[in-house]
C-alpha cells in the first residue's frame, strides 16, 4: 500500500510538531525514519497509523483517506507494546478472534508465528512477565498474526539483545519479501537503518528529507 502524505502539519498546544509537505512511502518498501529525539517521527508514525489527528494536510493509502476498516491492514507497534494480563498465546491470538477466525484457524496461525519469532517455549507464560527483549517479540507476533499489508514499527529493537535482534529484522525482512509488506520503521540504530532499508526519511524539527539507498542489495 502507497502511503502519500500532503501539507501535513500537526502541532502540540501551538507548536509544529509536524510540517512536511509532501512525502510517499513507496508500497513493497521498508523506509527507515530517523532523527534527533523530540523530531516528530513517533507523532508521525502514530498519524500514519490513524491514531493521531492532525491540523491540516492529507494522508492517503493507495490514493484514498483511511476508512475504519482499513485499519484493519495496518499496525502500529509502539516502543513500548501494552500486553495483556494472559498467556502469550492468547495475547497473539487476540486480533484473529476479534476478526472473527475460528479455532483452527487461530491455532494454525498463532502456531506458525511463534514457531517464526522462535518464542514456542513461551506460549504458555502470562505476557505481563516476559523481558523487555521477549516482549517485543510477542508484539510483533501479534502484529503480524493477521497479515497487514503496513507495518509501523517505534523502536522495534532498542535495548535488546543482538539474538533477538536478528531473529526481529529476518522476520519483517521475509514478510516483506515474500509478502510485499510496507514496513516503516523508526530506528537510532543507524546499522540497522543500513541493513533493513531501501529508503531513509529524516527528520528535523518536524520537517523531511528522503534519500534513496542506491546501493542497497536485496535479500
Ligand atoms: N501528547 C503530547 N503533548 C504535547 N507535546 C507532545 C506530545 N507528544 C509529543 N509531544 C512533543 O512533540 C515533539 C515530537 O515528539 P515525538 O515523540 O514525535 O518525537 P520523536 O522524534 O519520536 O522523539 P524520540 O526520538 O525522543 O522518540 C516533542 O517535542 C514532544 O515533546
Do not use: W
Request: proline share 3%; with cysteine.
Amino acid at each position: 500500500m502507497d502511503i502519500e502524505l500532503t501539507h501535513l502539519l500537526k502541532k502540540y498546544q501551538n507548536r509544529v510538531v509536524v510540517d512536511i509537505e509532501k512525502a510517499v512511502f513507496k508500497s513493497g518498501q521498508i523506509c527507515g525514519i530517523i532523527g534527533a529525539n523530540g523530531a516528530g517521527k513517533t507523532t508521525l508514525l502514530k498519524m500514519i497509523a490513524g491514531l493521531e489527528p492532525y491540523e491540516r494536510g492529507t494522508i492517503c493509502y493507495d490514493g484514498k483517506r483511511l476508512a475504519d476498516a482499513d485499519h484493519r491492514r495496518i499496525t502500529y507497534l509502539s516502543q513500548t507494546p501494552y500486553m495483556m494480563q494472559t498467556s502469550v498465546y492468547n495475547n497473539i491470538a487476540y486480533p484473529l478472534k476479534i476478526r472473527g477466525f475460528i479455532k483452527s484457524q487461530i491455532e494454525n496461525a498463532v502456531h506458525a508465528i511463534l514457531e517464526e519469532l522462535q518464542i514456542e517455549p513461551l506460549s504458555d507464560q502470562l505476557a505481563t512477565q516476559l523481558s523487555g527483549g521477549e516482549s517485543q517479540k510477542v508484539a510483533l507476533a501479534r502484529a503480524l498474526v493477521f497479515n497487514p499489508e503496513v507495518l509501523l514499527l517505534d523502536e522495534p529493537t532498542a535495548s535488546i539483545d543482538q539474538s533477538t535482534i536478528k531473529v526481529i529484522e529476518s522476520t519483517i525482512a521475509k514478510r516483506n519479501r515474500e509478502q510485499s509488506m510496507t514496513v516503516i520503521t523508526i530506528s537510532h540504530d543507524l546499522d540497522q537503518i543500513e541493513r533493513m532499508c531501501k529508503e531513509i526519511f529524516v527528520m528535523e524539527r518536524g520537517k523531511n528529507n528522503v534519500y534513496s539507498r542506491g546501493n542497497h542489495s536485496e535479500r
